[in-house]
Each structure stands twice: as C-alpha cells, then as structure tokens.
C-alpha cells in the first residue's frame, strides 16, 4: 500500500468517525438544555457542594466539537515524534481530555438548586411625620423579629427624604440588643420617598434567598411614587409586608390654605379665606398679614378650634396697586408639634390707574408736564436727577418711566442696564426729554439710554456756532496712581471725539512742573492725540499754578471765538498758590477765557475750585468715583460748545402716523429750542421734526416695550407755548397711553403646579385661528419667594404640537411668581405669567398616617398587614430555583490537563533507556 493510499485511508476513517459522532450527538444535543447529575459517582461525596447539585448545560451545542476527537487520533498515528507507543497513547488522551473539558466550559455548566432560605429589609420611616413614640415602636417590632432563634438574614435601611443603609451587629439578643435608631442619619426629615428606600432594598438582597420587605411607617409620602414602585417590586418577586404606625397624630394645627378672590381692584373691600387644620379642640390666634404689615381691616382672630378643617375670614383693601403679597400665621395657645406649617403665604396682582415715573432734572418746575397726566388719569411719582431706580425689581411698578432734563452722570450704569431690561423684557414704556441736561447736553453718548433710544446724539455744526479752543489741565502727581489717571485719560480721549473736527484741544498734565502731554491742534487729529495721550504718567507733587500759566498762554496764542480751560485735580496745591491761582484766572477772564473746575476724591480744596469756576464764569463739579470723569468731562465740552442746542422759534412739523397724533388739528404751537439729534435708520420712526429737518417726537419699538424721544423740554422755556396750548394735557396723556406697559392677561396659558420639590410649567400656543405656535424660543422666569425675590432662568423645551415645559427645582418656601416670553428669530411674540405658591414642606400638610396606601403596598405584592416577627422570615412555602455557573471546575481540571500534555511531548517517560547515536 502505498503512502497517498494510506493517507487517504486514514482521512476518510476519520471524517467517518467525525460523522458518526455528529449522528449521535444530534439526539441529545437538540432538544435544549441538559441535566447532568453527578451524585452517583463513587467519589461524588467529596465533589463541592454546588458539583452535588443537578448539573444543567445550558449551551449543550458547544459539545458538538467533540467531533474533533478522531483528528486527534488521527494527528496521532501519523506524528512524527520518536516517541514510544504507550506515551503516545497517553498524549492523546490527554489532548482529548483537554478538548472535552473546554467544550464542557463552553456549554454553561449551572449547578441548579432549590432555596427556601428568606432574606427581610425593614425600611423604616424616621420622616418628620412620624412621632418619635411610633419609632420607638417600630424599632421594638425589628428588634423582636431579629431575636428569633436561627440564622437570620436581614438588612435595616431608615429612610425620609432620602434612604440610609443601617450596619446590624453581628447577632441581637438580650446581651446585645439592636442600637436605637438615630433620625438624624438620613439627614434632611421634611420630606419622605418610599419609593426610593423600594428601590433601594433591590439590591440589599442575596442572589439565592427569597425576597421580602416589611416597611414601618405612617404611610404618608411626599416623593415619588410608592405604589407604581411597588408594582415594580411584585416583577421582581418582592413581596412587602406593611406596619402602619398606630400612635395617634400629635396634637398640631396647621395653616392648609390662604385664599384670594381671582380679582382683586382698588379700594375695594374683599374676603381673604384661611384654611386652619387641627387634630385637636384648642384655641388658637389667626393674624393676616398685607405684605410687612398686619392687615388693616380685619388683622387678628381668637378661633375655637375642632379636630378637623374649618375656615377663617378676614376683610381686607388694596389702597395701592401692582404686587401686593398676603401672608397668614397661627399661633395655638397649646398642643402644636411643627412651627414650619404656622405660614402660609401667597400673592396677588391688583390693577389699578397706570402709573408713571417721571424723573426731572428741575423738579420745581415740573407742576405742568405732571399736572397733564395727573388729570389724565395716571398715578405720577415725581423724582429728582438721581431718582432713577436701579433694578427692574423697583421698575416693574411703574408702567412709563419719563426722564426730563437729566445728565448721564445722575444715572448710574445699572440703573441705565435695569432701564434697558424694562423696557425690553416687561414690556415698560420710555420717554427722554430734552433740556440743558437733555441727550448730547447730558453726555449720553455711548451710553446704555443712547442705544435704547431711536436716536443718536449727534448734530449738524451750524454756521452760526463759535469754534471752541479747549484746554485741559488734569492732575497727574503720585495720588492719581492707577484707576484715576486711567479714567482720567479716557475722559481725555472722549473729549476729543466729542468735538467738532475744526475745534482746537490740548492736554496739560502737571505734577511739580506742567507738560504738554498733547499740543494745541485740531481735534480731527483723533488717532495722533489717543496716541500721545498714552504718555501720560503719573508723577510726584502738585503744583496748579504753572500748569494754569502755561494754558492761559496757549489758548491766548488761539483766534478760537470760545477759549475754555477744564481743571482736574485730586488734591491741593502749594500753600501760596490760591491766591496767585485767583489773580491768574481773573487775567484769564478779562481775556475772555472761561475756566471751569473738576474736583475727585474727598481732599480737593472744595472752596479754592468753587471759587476758580466762579471767578472764571464756568461751573465747578465733584465726584467721589473716578469712573464719573468721562460723563463729566463730556458734560462740560457740550455746554461749552453748545453743538447739541439750538434756542432758535422753531415751528414742528408732523411728519408721521401714529394713533395719538389723530385728533392733531392744525399746525402745533412753536417751540423756542429744542437738542440737536440725528434719527436712527428704520425701524426708528420720527413723527414730528422741526423745518429743518430735525427729530423733535422720534419712536421705535425695542423688545416688548417702546422707546421714545422729545427733543424740547417739558418745561415754561423751550415748551411754554405747548404748555398754554389747549390740548397739552390730551397729547401728553394720549402719547403715554399708546406707549406705555400694557398690563393685560397673558397673551399665552401658563398652567404650573409644584411636584417632589420642583415647578413644572406648560404653554400650550394656540393661535386665535386654532392652528399651533411652533419653533418659539421661550423662557421661563421664576421670581420669588416675596417679598424678597431672586430670580431663576430656565429655557422652555418644545415637546409637542404648540406646548412647551419646562422644569427647575423650588428649594425655598413661599409664593413665586413666573413670566414665560417666547421669541421668534429674536423679536418678543408673547409672553404667559402665572402663580405658584409652595408653602411649607407636604411633610408638616400631612398629619394623619395613611394606612389606605400601605394597604395597598402589601396588596399589590401578596404581602401582609401587621406581620408577626415570624411571619416576616416565612417562606410561605416558596422555594428559589437558584442557578450559579460552575465553568471554572473544568477549565481548571483542563489548565492541569495543558500541564500534562505539555509534560508528556517534552519528557520520554516509558523508555528511558533510549539512547540517542
């Protein structure tokens, strides 16, 4: 026989042998898993326990590879290995063994048992709820279950707002009783989630005992949802088992609800009803409170209290309108366990006649402007230059804010911010007016105002206007140093772009000795004087005269029709120079020079500088922050200048459409000065212009709000022929009327409530042709608790056709307020408001147990109500089909049959006396 034949022959033997394998195999491998029981083995006594256990595979497929076996024989016979035939033999079988064991590994070996073993989480209630006396209780029953004779396996987890996991000692019995039970270990107590100490007790259970809770509490749950969660558990094969806390409630009274009629209005009387719970008869005092202060009308009550819910009424006025917030309080003369639910606090929104704010830079002659819309049926605030209030939360009372003849510097950055928010975001409605403080006179360019307003502060130079040379004289010695000399410098630099290109500056800066940080040169030279004013540095002492010397030189030099000097100082000069300085700038104003003076910080020589600005015919101003210097130096160049005013009759021309302007019959009355401005382009629109073109009435909408600007005054010299015009009061009151904050319903439903300690809120936005708002960009802000209020933002989701939500956590009590403004690429649609009030925690509403729902708990799971100890550990007849993987016993018996097969290819073992030639 020849080699090929016999390779063949052997081939075809074992992919014979492979087949018959397969064929049967097919039998036992194809009807599921397989139970293997190796008990009657005569060495099954001493396998492990789990090994004693039926045996299932329950991939029995894997077993399908010992049809490699013959190949193993095969490899066998036909190696080349000079070994003897016996080791060969016992390498094969050991290969063999290898395979058989790794397709044992691989086919999932689960040792399969019964247990009937029983495992018991007690979860107990420690909420603020339950009396200490039902702890006391509670602790009893687990401490009497866990004295049972016999091994145990229990876990204990006390729970309130969130579930704590107790470590039991190692045994419980008379010589080492269970440790008391500590509420404080679960930290916060007003609130309680039993659907989280549910879940919780999934994973204190042993994988091989049967499951069971026993939960000790009141019943009464705050969080979450203990019912759906008990459901949950009954999937899972928990069964719970209920023990209803039996101590009576304590005695306690409690405030449940503060109501107020849907509409409250002005000056009429209403009823605010009182919900007053009580577990006991007492009597208890019930006060009201109108915002800080016990209510007017109706303030205390002495009430007669029954077990039960009854209801207390109090008569109350609103005088003023806007937000007005009720509180009530109770105080029992005996038996109230919680202090926390003795409040209860709500809001309400009182319309009234609108209400504007007007803000006058002369307030004694403001009678005739106010006088106008006081007859017009508006609430009018009167307020000086510094009036201004500096938060929305001040603003939003205040349907129209006017501000008349104010400088910028009377106006604080945040209240200009606030100013902007107002009328942007609530809708408020603005109105600026001119006068010797008005637009570019007051220095508001590049301010906050400027960009709210529809127009610019600049102007046309007239051909009938002086040319101005200006000089300023800044202070640099060691006490400007840092953020003075900075300011300084960029009130230099905003002086330059205030002036007209043709007009002269230069820039004295002098410490001991005077320097020309900047030549006199044309102000047009922007780029170059920015650059040379960098140079400025501070220096050493301070000497006024030279530097006061030197300018006077300078400008003499000038054939400028107005020649102006600005003086900035921080501190005093040298003993003898007060009355040099007085000599000096009397030579100056015989020259025709003016000098004004500007004094920083709280050393200046208050009465040298006020008497320099008198003798000089300028004005003298003093602040104690540097960040003013850039509005006050802007503030002087303008008034020198007088670019922005013109006091020339001008006769208005109405220009554009408006809804007030309707009834205008005739030409309007002349107007003997007005500030000279520029229109912003579309959508800002000028309604009234003067005849040469200029905006006296210019509008626009910013926002939810509008803008507006009046270029005259409002006053008996620019305006006094309005003022004697007959329908000054119906122009004024109309005008505000059409521009000022619509107080209406919310264009938008806004539905909220507050659920497990958060504010859920929803719109739905539907339009008035029942069709959907969809792709608004909407916001959601929360105000409160009142009267002190903070603010939240959060963005409202869109989750379906026209309705958005939005979620944000309430961790203070009180009564919200919430405002909802959608957008649409970027411009204000609509907006929604409504009302939450979150009282008090629900853990202190609450006082009876609710044994209903703990019924229902055991109910859903096959439980019990009021288990005996042993009941609590009863199996009940239940057993647990345990199964746990066995795969690591053969694939360590095939490592030792590697080791071996390894051994008997390296080793000859059965002749030894081989001998190699």
């Known amino acids: 026989m020849t080699d090929r034949v016999r390779v063949a022959l052997r081939l075809g033997v074992s992919l014979a042998a492979a087949a018959l394998l397969i064929a049967l195999l097919r039998p036992a491998l194809s009807h599921g898993p397989i139970t293997l029981h190796l008990t009657g083995l005569p060495f099954a006594h001493r396998l492990p326990d789990d090994l004693r256990q039926p045996i299932e595979l329950l991939r029995p497929q894997s077993l399908y590879g010992l049809a490699l076996f013959p190949w193993f024989v095969l490899f066998a016979v036909a190696s080349l290995a000079d070994l003897a035939p016996l080791q060969r033999v016992v390498a094969t079988l050991a290969r063999t063994s290898l395979l058989g064991l790794l397709l044992v590994a691989l086919s999932q070996p689960t ?72 509420p404080s270990r679960v930290g916060s107590r007003t609130g309680t989630d039993l659907a989280s100490a549910l879940s919780l007790a999934y994973g204190l259970f042993p994988a091989d005992a049967l499951r069971r809770v026993v939960v000790l509490s009141d019943g009464v749950q705050t969080d979450g949802d203990a019912l759906a969660e008990a459901h949950r558990a009954a999937r899972f094969g928990v069964r719970v088992s209920v023990v209803p806390s039996r101590v009576p409630a304590p005695a306690e009274v409690a405030i449940r609800e503060l109501r107020l009629p849907d509409r409250i209005r002005v000056d009429e009387p209403f009823e605010a009803r009182v919900s007053v719970f009580s577990t006991t008869a007492t009597t208890a005092t019930v006060t009201l409170y109108q915002g800080e202060t016990v209510n007017g009308l109706d303030g205390a009550r002495t009430v007669a209290l029954v077990p039960g819910i009854q209801e207390v009424r109090f008569r109350s006025v609103v005088r003023v309108p806007g937000d007005v917030t009720y509180a009530a309080r109770i105080a029992a003369t005996a038996g109230d366990r919680f202090a926390e639910n003795n409040r209860f606090a709500t809001a309400a929104t009182v319309p009234g006649r609108p209400t504007v ?50 400088a910028a510097e009377s106006v604080p950055s945040a209240a200009q911010d606030a100013l902007t928010r107002y009328v942007r975001e609530m809708g408020g409605g603005f109105l600026m007016a001119g006068g010797d403080h008005g637009f570019g006179l007051g220095a508001w360019q590049g301010t906050a105002v400027e960009r709210l307003l529809p127009v610019r502060m600049e102007s046309a130079r007239r051909r009938d206007q002086p040319s101005l040379a200006l000089a300023l004289v800044i202070d640099r010695s060691g006490s400007m140093q840092g953020n003075p000399l900075v300011l300084a410098q960029s009130a230099a630099v905003a002086t330059a772009r205030a002036m007209a290109p043709d007009d002269l500056l230069e820039v004295i800066a002098f410490d001991s000795e005077p320097d020309r940080v900047v030549r006199m040169q044309a102000a047009r030279n922007r780029a170059r004087i920015e650059n040379e004013l960098r140079r400025l540095r501070p220096g050493g002492g301070t000497a006024i005269f030279p530097a006061m010397d030197a300018a006077q030189q300078d400008l003499a030099l000038t054939r400028a029709v107005t020649r102006h000097v600005i003086l900035l100082t921080d501190g005093q000069g040298q003993p003898d120079e007060p009355s040099r300085l007085r000599v000096l700038v009397d030579s100056m104003a015989a020259d025709g020079l003016t000098v004004s003076t500007v004094g920083l910080g709280p050393t200046v020589d208050r009465e040298l500088l006020e008497s320099l600005a008198h003798h000089g015919r300028g004005r003298s101003y003093f602040t104690a922050d540097a960040s003013n210097l850039p509005q006050i130096f802007l503030r002087e160049t ?74 005259s005054d409002l006053k008996n010299r620019w305006a006094v022929e309005w003022i004697r015009w007959p329908r000054w009061q119906a122009f004024w009151t109309q005008l505000v009327r059409e521009h000022m904050r619509t107080r209406r319903q919310e264009e938008l439903g806004l539905h909220a409530e507050v659920v497990d300690g958060e504010v859920r809120a929803s719109v739905d936005a539907i339009r008035d042709d029942d069709r959907f708002e969809n792709g608004l960009t909407s916001e ?50 609509a907006e929604s408001r409504g009302r939450v009030d979150h009282p008090y ?37 239940e057993s647990l089909r345990h199964r746990a993987p066995v795969w690591r016993y053969p694939v360590m018996l095939a490592i030792g049959m590697m080791l071996i097969d390894l051994l008997l290819r390296r080793v000859r073992i059965f002749d030894r006396g081989f001998r190699r030639r």
């Open 841 to 877: 925690p629900r853990e202190y509403a609450a006082l009876e147990p609710d044994v209903a729902l703990l019924s229902a708990l055991s109910a859903a799971t096959g439980g019990a109500t009021d288990p005996s100890p042993r009941a609590m550990f009863d199996a009940g007849g």
């Open 111 to 182: 040792s399969t048992r019964q247990s009937a073993r029983v495992c018991t989480v007690f979860l107990v209630d420690v909420s603020e709820s339950v009396p200490d006396a039902a702890i006391a209780g509670f602790h009893r029953t687990v401490e009497e279950a866990l004295r049972l004779p016999g091994e145990r396996l229990s876990r204990v987890v006390l729970f309130a707002r969130r579930p704590v996991v107790l470590d039991l000692p190692a045994r419980v019995d008379a010589a080492h009783p269970l440790p008391p039970f500590d």
């Open 357 to 406: 704010l007007y803000v006058e830079g002369d307030p004694a002659r403001a009678q005739w402007f106010r006088g106008a819309l006081a007859n017009g049926e508006f609430e009018v605030e009167l307020r000086g230059a510094n009036g201004v209030p500096q938060s929305t939360r001040e603003m939003e009372r205040f349907d129209f804010i006017v501000l008349s003849d104010v």
């Open 638 to 711: 303008t008034e020198v200048s007088r670019n922005a005013a013109v006091e020339d009759p001008v006769q208005p021309r109405v220009v554009g459409s408006a809804g007030f302007l309707r009834e205008l019959q005739g030409a309007p009355p002349f107007l003997y000065g007005y500030v000279s401005t520029r229109a912003k382009p579309a959508p800002a629109q000028v309604l009234i212009e003067t005849d040469s073109g200029e905006p006296l009435l210019a509008r626009w909408r910013v926002g939810l709000g509008w803008s507006l600007a009046w270029t």
């Open 780 to 829: 959601l802000v929360l105000r409160g608790p009142w009267p002190a209020t903070t603010e939240q933002r959060v963005p409202m989701r869109q989750v379906g056709p026209g309705r958005y939500e939005a979620r944000l956590p309430l961790e203070r009590y009180g009564a919200f307020s919430l405002r909802a403004v959608h957008r649409r690429d970027g411009q204000v649609v």
